[in-house]
């Protein structure tokens, strides 16, 4: 017999609990095998997760909450609306950030209100057994919030809500306690294909199929190292994440505003930053810059990598003093993703810096960077 209320009744405090806690959207998902693991270690073994190395590991704990929790029986999921109605950067000259990192960390916003609803959970049930992730363990979020009907997986492989869109942060609770499940929307997106047609690198190779090595988030966020050539005019004004298939999402017309938007709020400077300002950011500078920020994940020498290949698309001359600039930076990402730029803009002044720097440039990867400029110019 169990030591736990009824789990309907129980389900039903749970959720309101977790409505009191500022939560938009929460639903319960039974720990049982789910069809997603199956599609993870498929998709991990066509290499698709990149560099993400993290990804491949504890693939079983991923799949079965009970190796993370003994005597798991239910997953609480829970979601916060970060959609705020501000638009994004599209001017050329200014950098394009992806709204989930306009504001704060959203780690730090939703984990405290998990760590202030599992606290509460424990005075309903004392001598309950947990454990709270937000994005931060071996935990399939999306794919249990679809099994506990909080919503349904798109085409773009992110949580779609009917009542939210997919402008959503999710958090997990693992309990040992049976909670009443919810029950699985069906696939809502019919024959929209919206998503997989607007994305710059055909990311998407199939419906709810995404090759992260293509991904301009992956790229520009995940991927510590050169950013491939042939993706580099495709990434446009994205210095950080992209949007661009929830941008196209029908059912994000019916996006809401958080219970607690004041969280997310975008910081001014985030939302359209101007580029030249952000490539002569040093270590001490970016770091102020973006404190408490998502952003900090690029690391300062990705992030002004991504400036690089911004100013490079962004066809303005005015760029070229600043990039030639970068082409003495202290890190080689930065010196060759410069130059790529340079040659990208071209012109005289250009072509002088490029041949100045080769002649005594270093690193062999920058040379040949700086010799595939030349050799476009």
């Known amino acids: ?54 990804m491949a590991h504890n693939v079983e704990r991923r799949a079965d909450p009970s190796r993370l929790l003994p ?22 000259d200014r950098g394009c950030i992806s709204r989930y990192a306009w504001g ?18 424990g005075e309903l ?16 979020e999306k794919a249990w919030a679809e099994r506990a009907g909080a919503g349904w997986i798109g085409k773009h492989t992110n949580l779609i809500s009917q009542e939210l869109g997919s402008w959503i942060f999710l958090g997990a609770i693992v309990l040992d306690a049976e909670l009443e499940p919810g029950e699985p929307h069906p696939d809502r997106c019919g024959t929209c294909r919206a998503c997989i047609d ?18 301009i988030s992956y790229l520009t966020i995940e991927n510590r190292g050169p950013i491939p050539v042939e993706y580099r005019r495709d990434i446009g004004n994205r210095i950080f994440g992209c949007d661009d298939c929830q941008d196209v999402c029908p059912w994000n017309r019916f996006a809401k505003a958080s219970a607690r938007a004041a969280d997310f709020a975008p910081r001014s400077e985030n939302r359209a930053p101007e580029l030249v300002e952000l490539l002569g950011l040093d270590e001490p500078a970016f770091r102020k810059r973006f404190a408490g920020s998502p952003v900090l994940r690029a690391k300062r020498r990705g992030f002004v990598r991504n400036v690089a290949v911004a100013l490079g698309n962004s066809g303005d001359r005015a760029a070229v003093q600043p990039l030639t600039a970068a082409l003495d930076d202290g890190d080689a990402l930065v010196r060759g993703h410069a130059a790529w730029a340079l040659g990208e803009l071209g012109g005289a002044a250009a072509t002088a810096a490029l041949r100045e720097r080769h002649g005594h440039e270093t690193d062999v990867w920058v040379r040949a960077e700086i010799d595939a400029a030349l050799a476009a110019l």
């Open 71 to 92: 005597g798991a029986r239910s997953v609480l999921i829970v979601a916060m609306s970060y959609w705020t109605g501000d638009e994004a950067a599209h001017d050329g």
């Open 1 to 54: 017999m169990s030591r736990y209320p009824a789990p309907q009744q129980l389900t039903e405090e749970i959720l309101e609990l977790a409505a009191h806690h500022d939560f938009d959207l929460a639903a319960v998902a039974p720990v049982e095998q789910l069809p997603a693991a199956l599609r993870l270690e498929e998709w991990l073994s066509r290499g698709m997760h990149g560099t993400m190395g993290w």
């Open 104 to 121: 704060d960390e959203y780690h730090r916003i939703l984990g405290e209100r998990l760590e202030s609803l599992w606290a509460a959970i």
């Open 125 to 140: 049930l004392p001598g309950v057994q947990g454990r709270w992730y937000v994005d931060t363990g071996p935990v399939l």
């Open 198 to 215: 607007v994305c710059p690198t055909d990311a998407i190779v199939a419906p709810f199929v995404l090759d992260a090595r293509r991904c």
